[in-house]
């Protein structure tokens, strides 16, 4: 996948199948479709109402589906929503669910030197603010 310059986004993006869970507290909104992730967020199209921007949630990456399942978990809120598809921006990742996610990038972006360059520039899953 081509990195655009001008993309204003943190980190690349990348297309990925598997089960997303986005749990609002009210809802629960389950996905296959359209993913796309990063080491800040992800979009994905969802079926039904959508959650209002600002919502607070935790999403559920499913890697592995079985007794020993492996997932990314994460908190974030709503960014985006409406017909085209939900997008949700991270505030809070474990560590082991960082390190699911950075080695999911890794593995399926078409330029893993540009996604090693933007771990090397960021402090976790933000934009350095510039404060010491």
Aim: hydrophobic fraction near 40%.
């Amino acid at each position: 996948m081509a990195h655009d310059a001008s993309d204003k986004r943190d980190f690349l993006r990348i297309p990925f199948e598997t089960e997303v869970e986005i749990d609002t507290g009210s809802d629960i909104i389950r996905s296959h479709k359209g993913i796309n992730l990063s080491m800040s967020g992800l979009h994905l199209i969802a079926g039904g109402a959508a959650p209002a921007v600002g919502t607070a949630c935790r999403v559920s990456v499913i890697l592995q589906e079985s007794a020993d399942r492996i997932d990314i978990k994460a908190g974030g809120k709503i960014i985006r929503s409406g017909p085209e598809g939900l997008a949700v921006e991270f505030s809070d990742l474990d560590l082991d669910s960082y390190i699911h996610l950075r080695e999911l990038i890794l593995n399926n972006t078409d330029d893993p030197e540009q996604a090693e360059r933007e771990f090397a520039s960021h402090w976790g899953i933000r934009r350095p603010t510039g404060r010491a």
